[in-house]
Protein backbone atom coordinates (compact mmCIF):
# COMPACT_ATOMS: atom_id res chain seq x y z
CA UNK A 1 0.00 0.00 0.00
CA UNK A 2 1.29 3.09 -1.44
CA UNK A 3 0.95 5.94 1.56
CA UNK A 4 1.18 9.64 1.52
CA UNK A 5 1.27 12.40 3.95
CA UNK A 6 -0.70 15.01 1.92
CA UNK A 7 -3.52 17.79 2.48
CA UNK A 8 -7.14 17.01 2.79
CA UNK A 9 -9.42 20.06 1.98
CA UNK A 10 -12.15 21.52 4.31
CA UNK A 11 -13.66 24.92 4.73
CA UNK A 12 -16.49 26.53 2.84
CA UNK A 13 -16.35 28.18 -0.67
CA UNK A 14 -13.39 30.81 -0.85
CA UNK A 15 -12.38 29.76 2.92
CA UNK A 16 -9.86 27.18 2.62
CA UNK A 17 -9.04 24.77 5.82
CA UNK A 18 -6.81 21.72 5.35
CA UNK A 19 -5.93 19.17 7.49
CA UNK A 20 -2.55 17.36 7.18
CA UNK A 21 -3.31 13.35 6.88
CA UNK A 22 -1.82 10.44 6.22
CA UNK A 23 -3.74 8.53 3.53
CA UNK A 24 -3.34 5.65 1.03
CA UNK A 25 -2.38 7.51 -2.05
CA UNK A 26 -5.54 5.69 -4.21
CA UNK A 27 -7.87 7.55 -1.99
CA UNK A 28 -8.98 10.34 -2.91
CA UNK A 29 -8.25 13.76 -1.66
CA UNK A 30 -10.85 15.24 0.88
CA UNK A 31 -11.62 11.18 0.95
CA UNK A 32 -10.94 8.33 3.47
CA UNK A 33 -7.64 8.82 5.06
CA UNK A 34 -5.56 6.66 8.08
CA UNK A 35 -4.93 9.45 10.79
CA UNK A 36 -4.90 12.84 11.41
CA UNK A 37 -1.42 14.60 11.78
CA UNK A 38 -2.46 18.22 11.99
CA UNK A 39 -4.00 21.54 10.17
CA UNK A 40 -3.03 24.13 7.98
CA UNK A 41 -5.11 27.28 7.78
CA UNK A 42 -3.66 29.32 4.97
CA UNK A 43 -5.61 32.35 5.79
CA UNK A 44 -3.80 33.00 8.59
CA UNK A 45 -0.64 35.17 8.38
CA UNK A 46 2.50 33.42 7.79
CA UNK A 47 4.14 34.19 10.96
CA UNK A 48 1.51 32.94 12.89
CA UNK A 49 1.98 30.03 15.04
CA UNK A 50 -1.15 28.75 13.98
CA UNK A 51 -1.11 27.92 10.72
CA UNK A 52 0.39 24.91 10.63
CA UNK A 53 0.26 22.42 13.56
CA UNK A 54 1.59 18.81 12.99
CA UNK A 55 2.01 16.23 15.66
CA UNK A 56 5.98 15.73 14.55
CA UNK A 57 6.00 12.41 16.57
CA UNK A 58 3.36 10.69 14.32
CA UNK A 59 4.70 12.43 11.25
CA UNK A 60 8.49 10.57 12.01
CA UNK A 61 6.39 7.60 12.41
CA UNK A 62 4.36 7.56 8.94
CA UNK A 63 7.78 8.56 7.70
CA UNK A 64 9.34 5.71 9.33
CA UNK A 65 6.49 3.58 7.20
CA UNK A 66 7.78 5.01 3.91
CA UNK A 67 4.92 7.40 3.71
CA UNK A 68 5.71 9.95 0.92
CA UNK A 69 5.19 13.50 1.50
CA UNK A 70 3.15 15.97 -1.01
CA UNK A 71 5.42 19.01 -2.50
CA UNK A 72 3.62 21.62 0.16
CA UNK A 73 3.52 18.73 2.96
CA UNK A 74 7.24 18.68 2.78
CA UNK A 75 7.86 22.28 2.30
CA UNK A 76 5.94 22.63 5.56
CA UNK A 77 7.94 19.35 7.29
CA UNK A 78 11.25 21.38 6.35
CA UNK A 79 10.34 24.79 7.96
CA UNK A 80 9.49 22.26 10.70
CA UNK A 81 13.29 20.93 10.78
CA UNK A 82 11.83 17.35 10.55
CA UNK A 83 13.44 17.36 6.59
CA UNK A 84 16.37 18.28 5.07
CA UNK A 85 15.67 20.94 2.52
CA UNK A 86 15.54 19.69 -0.76
CA UNK A 87 17.17 21.31 -3.87
CA UNK A 88 14.57 22.52 -6.44
CA UNK A 89 15.57 23.87 -9.68
CA UNK A 90 12.71 25.36 -11.97
CA UNK A 91 14.48 27.72 -14.64
CA UNK A 92 11.39 28.36 -16.47
CA UNK A 93 9.97 30.04 -13.55
CA UNK A 94 11.34 33.30 -14.09
CA UNK A 95 11.06 33.50 -17.58
CA UNK A 96 7.62 35.57 -19.35
CA UNK A 97 5.36 34.07 -21.43
CA UNK A 98 4.94 34.44 -25.30
CA UNK A 99 2.67 37.41 -24.85
CA UNK A 100 4.86 39.37 -22.58
CA UNK A 101 8.20 38.35 -24.46
CA UNK A 102 6.19 40.09 -27.78
CA UNK A 103 4.77 43.23 -25.79
CA UNK A 104 8.55 43.62 -24.44
CA UNK A 105 9.84 43.23 -28.18
CA UNK A 106 7.17 45.80 -29.30
CA UNK A 107 8.23 48.01 -26.46
CA UNK A 108 11.92 47.65 -27.58
CA UNK A 109 11.47 48.57 -31.24
CA UNK A 110 9.00 51.75 -30.25
CA UNK A 111 11.95 52.83 -28.00
CA UNK A 112 14.32 52.50 -30.68
CA UNK A 113 12.38 54.09 -33.35
CA UNK A 114 11.95 56.88 -30.93
CA UNK A 115 15.64 57.60 -30.13
CA UNK A 116 16.38 57.33 -33.88
CA UNK A 117 13.75 60.10 -34.59
CA UNK A 118 15.18 62.24 -31.53
CA UNK A 119 18.40 61.85 -32.86
CA UNK A 120 17.90 62.92 -36.68
CA UNK A 121 16.49 66.42 -35.65
CA UNK A 122 19.85 67.19 -33.74
CA UNK A 123 22.09 66.11 -36.41
CA UNK A 124 19.99 67.94 -38.89
CA UNK A 125 20.69 70.92 -36.45
CA UNK A 126 24.22 70.36 -36.08
CA UNK A 127 24.79 70.15 -40.23
CA UNK A 128 23.21 73.84 -40.64
Same mark, same amino acid.
Given at each position: +?????????????????????A???????????? =???????P?????? =??????????????????????????? +?L????????????????????????????E???K????????????? =?????
Amino acid at each position: +MAMKIRLARGGSKKRPFYSIVASDSRMPRDGRFI =EKLGTYNPLLPKDS =EDRVKMDLERVQYWLGQGAQPTDRVSR +MLEAAGVLEKKERNNPKKAVPGKKAQDRAEEKAAKAAAAAEAAAAPAE =EAAEE
